[in-house]
């Protein structure tokens, strides 16, 4: 077959609705040994990565979602799986089952030590936590609390060549009165135990002011603090200067407890990649050193990106290093790492089908309860029952959510309402601290198409009820198709770091429906996401009850049954 005649076949093959369905929206591999950043496109915030053989896995923050701390294998650091989850309910569980906005499962770290996988995350509101498997993919141990200290955050364990283990952590002010400080405290034997007096090894307030690609700045919220030693040097990898807009810096000492001297080692630069932010440091089996960090976008989420390491004169140079002043900037665009293992082309999973089991993709916005979804009712569909809860979604954990895939991208879900009670309702959402939705409400009169939006849920402001079909039959099609917008959003108090904090890009939402899955309408004017506490916007479905809903009785309540949930280009 000639290449044209290849090209045409694939081209059509592209352009029929099944393929496009199934196409990702977002792939970081180019297909010649290069890719092309962000290597994780969905919001993976404060990601760490550690490698066991051939294997690399990551894991980040999840905040108030569960399953919690997601598992991220790949062979190349650019091509992910998303495996599993280490967490089912966060505890204190009881407190979790309502969405705790901003809080819950923050930064944590991942290490392979004693024949096990070993996580420690922080919830800032009650201490340090430890889970282990002997397998990545699971089961995972129930949490055990290493340090009941509240307000930590960032922990990361480090054995030193003595065996002895040592977990550094951060601060957060608003619950600790204290932050910008990096500190240290022994691990028992086992490492699932913090002991001993807490040590301060590294004070922003009292370092020297730091040299950025924009000058001199002094170091400011310093966190996310990893431990490692090479060379007898002992480094702690800390970025500084806000999530946004700040830098990459790296801190060493020939002693363990310091004193430690800082250096920026990667900012935005010349580049549009603002505020290089906190990750990891990981070695390949060839000996190349590569650094996976986060970029925060806003409603697309803190999304991963990676890149090169080289070493000058003790110090990390991460990315590249045009000026040759030490200061590394962000590449767009890479060779992959060199790996001896074939590695396919991949991203973590969104589109689902429901064949008998949810996609990992998913997650509840709060502790779920086992009877919110069942794939057994009805095979070959997700049934959502129709749980009782505000009508403000931002205080609902009964609602089920996916990171958003890419900068632009399409989703087209099927559903069908069988409601019970006068103002259950169900649909398509993306959610954030604003958010819209578009689906069937069951009024007195029977079933309505309605578009619902809701700026400043977070401050409680009243939704805008929009009747797109005055009568709407029992199955629909949804969808709604995103794309970058980007808007002036100056932060209060602005300090002139980078220009990128003078902006923000959100995903500018069409909502559209078909009754036949075929000939789709608009439904309302564009709507403008904005991101959540802590993360980005999300996309998902529910089916919901007015609040005082007896949901215990299940012929009162009725439910929603979602036939495929597609996420293309």
């Known amino acids: 077959m000639s290449k044209r005649s290849i090209l045409l076949a694939l081209a059509l093959l592209a352009a029929s609705p099944t393929f496009a369905a199934e196409q990702k929206a977002w792939l970081p591999d180019q297909g010649d040994g290069t890719y092309r950043n962000p290597v994780l496109a969905g919001d993976y915030s404060d990601p760490d990565v550690m ?23 790949s062979t190349d650091l650019v091509n992910w799986t998303l495996i599993g989850h280490a967490l089912t309910d966060i505890p204190p569980v ?65 054995w030193d060549d003595d065996g002895q283990g040592w977990l550094v952590h951060g601060w957060a002010r608003s619950r600790a009165g204290i932050a910008n400080v990096i500190s240290l405290r022994r691990l028992n034997a086992a490492g699932d135990k913090a002991v001993g007096e807490r040590i301060k090894i590294i004070d922003g307030e009292t370092q020297l002011k730091v040299m950025t690609s924009r000058g001199p700045f002094p170091w ?16 702690v990898f800390a970025p500084s200067g806000s999530v946004k807009g ?47 960090h986060f970029q925060d976008f806003d409603s697309y989420g803190r999304r991963v990106w990676l890149q090169p390491m080289a070493w000058k004169d003790g110090w990390p140079v991460i990315g590249t290093d045009p000026d040759g002043d030490g200061i590394g900037e962000p590449v767009l665009t890479y060779r992959k790492p060199k790996s001896a293992v074939a590695s396919a082309i991949a991203a973590p999973p969104d589109s689902d089908r429901f064949d008998g089991k949810l996609s990992p993709a998913w997650q509840w916005n709060a502790n779920a309860q086992a009877d919110w979804a069942d794939l057994k009712a009805a095979p070959g569909k997700l049934r959502l029952k129709s749980i009782s809860g505000s009508e403000n979604l931002w205080e609902v954990g009964a609602l089920l959510t996916q990171k958003l895939p890419a900068e632009r991208f399409t989703v087209t879900t099927k559903l069908t309402f069988a409601p019970r009670a006068v103002g259950e309702r169900t649909g398509l959402v993306m959610f954030g601290s604003d958010y819209a939705w578009l689906g069937l409400r069951n009024g007195k009169d029977g079933l309505s198409l309605v578009r619902v939006d809701r700026a400043g849920a977070d401050a409680f402001k009243p939704e805008q009820v929009t009747k797109v079909l005055e009568t709407a039959p029992a199955t629909v099609w949804l969808r709604l198709s995103a794309e970058p917008v980007t808007v002036a959003d100056p932060p209060p108090g602005f300090s002139p770091y980078w220009p990128s904090m003078l902006r923000s890009t959100h995903a500018k939402v069409t909502f559209s429906y078909s009754l036949d899955g075929v000939t789709y309408r608009p439904a309302g004017e564009p709507f403008v996401s904005k991101p959540g506490r802590w993360v980005g916007a999300q996309m998902g479905l529910f089916a919901q009850a007015p609040s005082g809903t007896p949901s215990n009785t299940s012929t009162r309540i009725g439910w929603s049954d979602v036939e495929e949930f597609l996420v293309g280009p």
């Open 94 to 158: 009881a407190h979790h089952m309502t969405p705790r906005r901003g809080g819950g499962v923050w930064a944590p770290a991942i290490r392979h030590h004693g024949g096990k996988f070993m996580i420690y995350y922080p919830d800032p509101d009650f201490g340090v936590f430890l889970v282990t498997a002997k397998d990545p993919a699971g089961p995972w141990s129930k949490p055990v609390l290493v340090d009941d200290a509240k307000g930590m955050i960032d922990p990361a364990p480090f």
């Open 246 to 292: 700040g830098w990459q810096g790296v801190f060493r000492s020939r002693k363990l407890t310091g004193p430690y001297e800082g250096r920026d080692v990667l900012d935005q630069g010349k580049t549009e990649v603002n505020g290089p932010h906190q990750g990891a440091w990981v070695t390949t089996p060839t000996g190349e050193d590569w650094f996976l």
């Open 220 to 235: 400011m919220t310093t966190e996310g603090p990893k431990l490692y030693k090479r060379d007898g040097w002992y480094y």
């Open 51 to 73: 490698r066991v053989g051939q294997f690399y896995y990551l894991t980040a923050s999840s905040f108030t979602n569960t399953p919690g701390l997601p598992i991220l294998r």
